[in-house]
């Protein structure tokens, strides 16, 4: 995975997200948006020739976005690990 910030502001952020499926993102976007701060999350397919997604989110002024993408990732890992314990309870190896 390769990451390339396209964009970045006090409110703003858009990264070109290279060479990764898009599931992980869909559920990053749903986590964002969870937050009453961000205003808009989202991503697309690049337009280019490149495997790549675009990755955006804008939020209130006052919340930096970068904040956000990295609370929302860490709360993401959070839940996943979560299911994880509950899986492993429910199918002991």
């Known amino acids: 995975m390769k990451i390339n910030i396209q964009q970045q502001g006090d ?3 858009r990264l070109q997200i290279l060479d990764d499926p898009h599931t992980l993102y869909n559920m990053l976007k749903e986590k964002c948006l969870e937050r009453d701060d961000v ?4 991503y697309a397919r690049d337009q280019t020739f490149e495997n790549s997604l675009i990755f955006q989110i ?28 509950a899986f ?5 190896e």
């Open 58 to 85: 804008k939020t209130e002024k006052g919340t930096n976005p970068v904040d956000v993408l990295i609370d929302s990732s860490r709360e993401l890992i959070k839940t996943t690990q979560e299911f994880r314990r």
């Open 11 to 13: 409110d703003y952020l």
């Open 88 to 92: 492993d309870e429910a199918y002991p």
């Open 39 to 42: 205003l808009l999350c989202g």
